[in-house]
């Protein structure tokens, strides 16, 4: 191998370890694969504290066919390695919330299907009735007895296990993280990319680093593709190592808070078998998992999202987040293991509060809701969004890095982010085509909407 065969890459979240992943997989893949990571810990924001919600097609168009392909690939790496023992992989049954005093126009699963929340439900998507099992506790709505009665609200059922699953985010990429390690990628953590030059060889790239007092790995590494994949710290990865180009990277930093805990009402989530949603057992001692979408009202200024599940360790839990929870308004920290300094318990009493309505225990005058849930993990996580919609995958061209006089043969380099808050979904399918790209071959699904030389990058 000689020196500037490598391949580096910048970000070790979900996206990163997926590209990794892949590529280790690879028999034709000969380089020695490298992940760089500002962090002396991994998984500290979103890869390790979000949701962990999966949909197959909750997507722009442009991004269709790798949310297609992605839910496929978490499928099977979930039947292979026995994803629900080990990451808590489930399929999910959805409901669209409304209660009163949601924004007019609101009503049934119109906001949710508007986009007001996450959803990008397809036209004409099938929908079921409420599901539970055959000795599961109910409503007298129909829905699971865990979940607290709304007064003066409704119930849509937006999708099934067929198009959604759930994940334990952090399960996921430990997963990934041990599969990496045993292929033989090494891992720099606690090290920051800051400087490429060229290669006295004339080929490749040399990447500098620059490793903090808890930090490992070498001073440079001889590299022949760069792939950027560090979620809302990517356009700093990029303008750090590359401060003369003349385009510049729109992902802005989506910040948002969390609570996972248990509820003593949601003890035991049936089995999806013969008798379930549609009459067929989709797959062996498969647990339905559930998804809350709300929107929002004059009780929370955010559209809250619960997630109940049972996880790898064979437990009932509850998540319970929201898309425009903080928002924009916490800056992005330096590092991500800074996150849990900025958790403000404002927020965190917030969700709680929209848990205890959610799944509370209803009192005796069917208005008092007790607050009997114990929570888990309280998190604060920052999720990238490309400024266009789509995620920003492919490779960055030499003349918009260098200029138009450059012409010295220098690592590629792509960039592999911006995928919404719904990177855990895209993650394999993202991997999977950053696998074919860096292999020289058709990616195996159209994204030619989240090409680099597409308006998610802008001229300066």
């Avoid at 209803?362 to 993990?377: A, F, H, Q, Y």
């Amino acid at each position: 191998m000689s020196n500037n065969e490598h391949t580096v890459i910048l970000g070790g979240g979900v996206i990163g370890l997926s590209i990794a992943y892949h590529l280790s997989q690879e028999p034709d893949f000969k380089r020695q694969i490298h992940i760089v990571d500002s962090s002396t810990r991994l998984l500290e924001s979103a890869s390790g504290y979000a949701g962990g919600f999966l949909a197959r097609d909750w997507f722009l168009d442009p991004v269709a066919a790798l949310g297609d392909l992605s839910f496929q690939l978490h499928r099977q790496l979930a039947d292979k390695y026995q994803g629900q023992k080990r990451w808590g992989y489930a399929g999910s049954h959805v409901y669209s919330l409304d209660v009163e005093g949601a924004p007019e126009g609101g009503g049934g699963v119109d906001w949710l299907l508007a986009g007001t929340s996450r959803a990008q439900a397809a036209a004409g998507r099938r929908t079921y009735g409420h599901v539970s099992g055959p000795e599961e506790a109910v409503n007298e709505d129909g829905t699971p007895a865990w979940i607290t009665p709304q007064v003066g609200a409704s119930w849509g059922i937006v999708s099934s296990v067929e198009d959604c699953a759930q994940v334990e985010p952090r399960r996921l990429c430990e997963f990934l993280l041990s599969e990496c390690r045993r292929m033989g990628v090494r891992f720099h953590l606690g090290t920051r990319a800051t400087r490429v030059e060229g290669n006295a060889s004339g080929e490749g790239s040399i990447l500098e680093l620059e490793a903090n007092e808890e930090g490992t790995g070498p001073d440079v590494l001889h590299c022949s593709d760069i792939i950027i994949a560090a979620g809302c710290w990517t356009p700093r990865v990029f303008q750090t190592m590359f401060p003369q180009s003349r385009i510049k990277v729109e992902i802005d930093s989506l910040a948002g808070h969390s609570v996972l805990y248990k509820s003593p009402r949601y003890v035991k989530p049936f089995l999806n078998v013969a008798h379930g949603i549609d009459g067929k057992a989709h797959s062996k001692d498969e647990n339905i998992s559930y998804a809350i979408y709300c929107p929002q009202t004059k009780d929370w200024s955010y559209a809250p999202e619960a997630y109940a599940r049972l996880n790898a360790d064979g437990a009932p839990e509850i998540w319970v987040g929201g898309l425009n929870h903080d928002s924009t308004e916490i800056p992005l920290p330096e590092l991500a293991t800074d996150a849990k300094k900025l958790i403000n318990k404002e927020s965190i009493a917030g969700l709680r509060k929209t848990a205890v309505q959610l799944t509370g225990l209803k009192g005796p005058d069917s208005k008092i809701v007790e607050d009997d849930l114990e929570v888990i993990t309280e998190a604060l996580c920052f999720r990238p969004v490309s400024k266009s919609g789509v995620p920003i995958i492919g490779e960055v061209s030499s003349r918009d890095l260098y200029g138009p006089a450059h012409k010295a043969r220098s690592a590629k380099v792509w960039i592999a982010s911006g995928a919404l808050p719904r990177s855990i979904s895209l993650s394999l399918g993202t991997g999977a085509v950053m696998s074919d790209l860096l292999l020289g071959r058709e990616s195996r699904v159209d994204i030619s909407g989240m090409k680099v030389e597409s308006p998610v990058l802008s001229k300066l």
